[in-house]
């Protein structure tokens, strides 16, 4: 049972987040979008399905900004939504 400190032998190799687990938005980039998802879902008496159109939009700037892995909207449910531009862009 060697407990010497070899910190030179190791290196750290960052890898992308596993499948489902989201980094924190540590600078607040997507704020915006959280906050307008939020106030829609109290608004809605928090039915999600009024407030895809924000959801889609959160998931967007979380996926512009590499907090999480790139999907296809299709993929993610929003199939419906989706006309080939993002709206999310254009939306502020």
């Known amino acids: 049972m060697s407990t010497a400190m070899n910190f030179g032998s190791k290196s750290f190799q960052p890898r992308p987040p596993d499948k489902g687990s989201f980094p924190l938005d540590h600078f607040g980039e997507c704020r ?52 080939g531009q993002s709206e999310a862009k254009s939306a502020f």
């Open 32 to 83: 915006r979008f959280k906050e307008t998802f939020l106030r829609c879902l109290r608004e809605n008496n928090f039915e999600n399905a009024s407030c895809r159109k924000q959801s889609k939009e959160y998931l967007e700037c979380r996926m512009d900004r590499q907090l999480m892995a790139q999907e296809p909207l299709e993929k993610l449910g929003f199939g419906d939504l989706t006309d």
